[in-house]
């Protein structure tokens, strides 16, 4: 079916932008379903004739049907991406991060769309990884509506591959960083916001002691797992985690920025957010048995490229 589209809701943002290219390049047509609240027109090649944007939200049931109807496969991105901006309302983001699967999954049922790729997150362990590298198996722990809104909707798609016959790829992500991660908000990427503050000079705020742990993978990585995910006969059952397997401190990060930057600006610690993970690091095993993983772009790498060095 190389020519009905691949549908990626949320295709105008960071990650989904990046897919969007990858899979243009490819020759595949792709339609994009986003509501612009974080992602931007910019992001796409609009004058690509084999791009589709439809402006809406995956809140909307019928919206989302129209978008499924005709395609091959889909990616499903759509989120609140924050897990800040999900403690701070609850209610709104549970819309997008949790509706909108639901929705998806709902119009793939009556379209007879099978594969699907779902963005979950490292944000379902909560604090189970007590310093540890997490596996799948790790006991789940959601401590935010955004983590809470991630495991029901992987759990959802488990039950439309049981009971309808559908074919879900269900990502981990840890922290994905790159190009097109947008610094604007408060609840942006933590690496997007530090890049930004340190090239213009402004003061950088850590949220706790900088000591808490993240486990950084480079966008461009991603992709490539995605498009085998599309691919692949047969769409795993369970979820498999996306990360290096490597922890690296806040503290430590604003080392690596300061030295491809050139230099660091002043740096205030204030209290940690609630409901803020302490270490996330993925045991990344499953992933590697899965997919066909090259040399892993180290985070030192990931932040050159992106300041283009
Ligand atoms: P992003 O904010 O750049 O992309 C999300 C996109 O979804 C944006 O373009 C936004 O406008 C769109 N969107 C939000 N609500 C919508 C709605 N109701 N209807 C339609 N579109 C909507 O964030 P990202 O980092 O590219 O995240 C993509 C996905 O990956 C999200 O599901 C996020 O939860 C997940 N994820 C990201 C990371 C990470 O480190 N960036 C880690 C784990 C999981
Ligand atoms: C991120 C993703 C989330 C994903 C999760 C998986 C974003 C916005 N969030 O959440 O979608 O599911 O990884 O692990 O992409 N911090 C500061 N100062 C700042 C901003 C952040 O100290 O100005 C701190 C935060 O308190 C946190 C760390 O940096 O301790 C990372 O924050 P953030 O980039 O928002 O990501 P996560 O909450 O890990």
């Known amino acids: ?25 490819k020759g595949h047509a792709v339609r994009v379903l986003d509501d612009l609240s974080m992602g931007k027109r910019s992001n ?17 049931a019928a919206l989302v049907s129209q978008a499924v109807a005709g395609s091959q496969a889909v990616v499903h991105l759509a989120a ?30 009556e379209h007879g769309v099978k594969r699907v790729l779902f963005a979950s997150s490292a944000a379902v362990y909560g604090n189970n990884g007590d310093g540890q ?13 955004y ?13 439309y591959r049981r009971q309808h016959g559908l074919e879900p790829a269900i990502f981990r992500f840890f922290n994905i960083f790159g190009p097109r991660q947008d610094p604007s908000s408060p609840y942006s990427g933590v ?5 930004q503050r340190a090239q213009q000079g402004l003061p950088i705020t850590v949220f706790g002691d900088g000591e808490q742990t993240r486990d950084f993978f480079y966008v461009g990585d991603l992709i490539d797992l995605l498009e085998q995910a599309l691919a692949l006969p047969v769409a795993p059952e369970g979820a498999a985690n996306v990360g290096l397997s490597r922890a690296t401190s806040l503290n430590q990060l604003l080392q690596h920025i300061g030295d491809v930057v050139g230099s660091l600006p ?14 996330s690091c993925a045991n990344n095993q499953r992933l590697l048995g899965r997919y066909r993983v090259g040399e892993p772009t180290p985070i030192a790498v990931g932040l050159a490229a992106l300041l283009g060095k």
């Not at 079916?1 to 390049?25: C, E, H, K, R």
């Not at 690496?191 to 890049?195: C, D, E, G, L, T």
């Open 80 to 109: 609140v991406a924050s897990v800040q901006a999900s403690v701070d309302d609850p209610v709104g983001t549970h819309q997008a991060n949790f509706v909108g699967t639901l929705n998806v999954c709902e119009a793939m049922r």
């Open 133 to 145: 590298a997490v596996d799948e198996d790790t006991p789940k722990a959601p401590l935010t509506p």
């Open 266 to 279: 002043a740096i205030t610690y204030g209290p940690a957010r609630d409901g803020d993970i302490r270490h």
């Open 191 to 195: 690496i997007s916001i530090f890049i």
């Open 147 to 159: 983590a809470v809104d991630k495991l029901a909707s992987e759990q959802y798609l488990e039950f």
């Open 44 to 60: 796409l090649p609009l004058d690509n004739p084999r791009l589709q944007l439809l402006v809406g939200s995956v809140a909307d």
């Open 1 to 25: 079916m190389p020519d009905l589209p691949i549908l990626v809701t949320g295709g105008a943002g960071f990650i989904g932008s990046n897919l969007v290219d990858s899979l243009l390049a």
